[in-house]
């Protein structure tokens, strides 16, 4: 699809209108020569077209200074070279027909890819469930220190399938030596319901506290994993507690914050064994 052209750019336009307005204003109310007032009213145009001129000059040259730049970056990788060329083509062939919807598609398409890389490139990314971009167990199982949790999403998940190859790769980290602590955020209710899960991660070696929900701000009622203070995952969760998306980042200011976040949550935590009885009654 060719840009359209305007006849007129703002400066342009100001220019004319502005030696057009000299030229009157000295003819008219002023009494001056129409011949030099003429002149000295098509100077003041002709000096906004050189100065529209210079600025045209400038962004052409950046364009032509950044286009090469472009062009040694996918010089020298064939593999981005390959794709990029294979979108721009695809884009313009739907950009050409006459399909509106496709148009729309195709323009959403390319701003979401520039979206996700730039998250990246600013060190967090947003991956979809069940996508084989989220962390979870892949974090747990590359951890060589330390692993943070809160876990505040809907408990049903601890018996799932997925939980117990998740619960595998928890054990495997402390048996590594990795120092493993989960803060679980529920109502004693739901505790309650699940008091035989939180024994068996406090068997397997987790320090397990707990944080009843009415006792901390709502700030902290958050789920998720800090591994090594290095990387961090957590999930977005629905107004009934499950899960939607989750949130990577290696940034290193985000990650401060969360350990922080964390830290804020022992202190509003008890270990499990100074509440269990209470869990049991």
């Known amino acids: 699809m060719k840009p359209q052209r305007k006849l007129f750019d703002t400066l342009q336009f100001a220019g004319v209108c502005s030696g057009v307005l000299l030229s009157v204003i000295l003819i008219f109310p ?24 210079q600025l045209r000059q400038n962004e ?8 090469g730049a472009l062009s040694q970056a996918l010089y020298r990788n064939d593999w981005l070279f390959k794709h990029i060329r294979q ?25 979401e890819c520039r979206n996700t890389l730039h998250s990246m490139a600013e060190g967090h990314l947003i991956a979809d469930l069940g996508s084989s971009f989220t962390y979870g167990v ?12 809160a876990a505040a999403a809907n408990p049903a998940y601890w018996r799932t399938t997925h939980a ?63 591994v090594d203070d290095h990387i961090f995952t957590r999930l977005e969760l629905t107004s009934d507690g499950h899960a939607k998306e989750e949130r990577i980042s290696i940034d290193s200011v985000e990650m401060e914050r969360m350990v922080s976040r964390f830290e804020a949550l022992l202190r509003h935590s008890r270990k499990l064994d100074k509440v269990i009885d209470r869990l049991k009654q």
Do not use: C, W
């Not at 052409?60 to 286009?67: M, Q, T």
């Not at 979108?87 to 701003?111: M, N, P, S, T």
């Open 60 to 67: 052409s040259e950046r364009h032509i200074l950044e286009a």
């Open 138 to 149: 892949q974090a747990v199982v590359g951890a060589k220190i330390s692993v943070k949790a």
């Open 87 to 111: 979108i721009v083509e695809d884009y313009q062939l739907v950009q050409e027909g006459g399909f509106e919807l496709f148009k729309h598609r195709a323009a959403d398409a390319v701003i």
């Open 30 to 53: 002023v009494k001056q020569d129409p011949l030099g007032s003429a002149i000295l009213g098509l100077g003041v145009a002709l000096l906004f077209q050189l100065f529209d001129l």
């Open 164 to 226: 117990e190859k998740y619960l595998q790769a928890n054990l495997e980290a402390v048996r590594r030596g990795v120092e493993f602590k989960r803060v679980f955020i529920q109502t004693p209710d739901t505790l309650r319901e699940i008091v035989d899960l939180l024994e068996e991660q406090s068997s397997m070696g987790i320090d397990v506290y707990i944080a009843f929900t009415n006792d901390i701000p709502k700030a902290l009622r958050e789920d998720y994993l800090i």
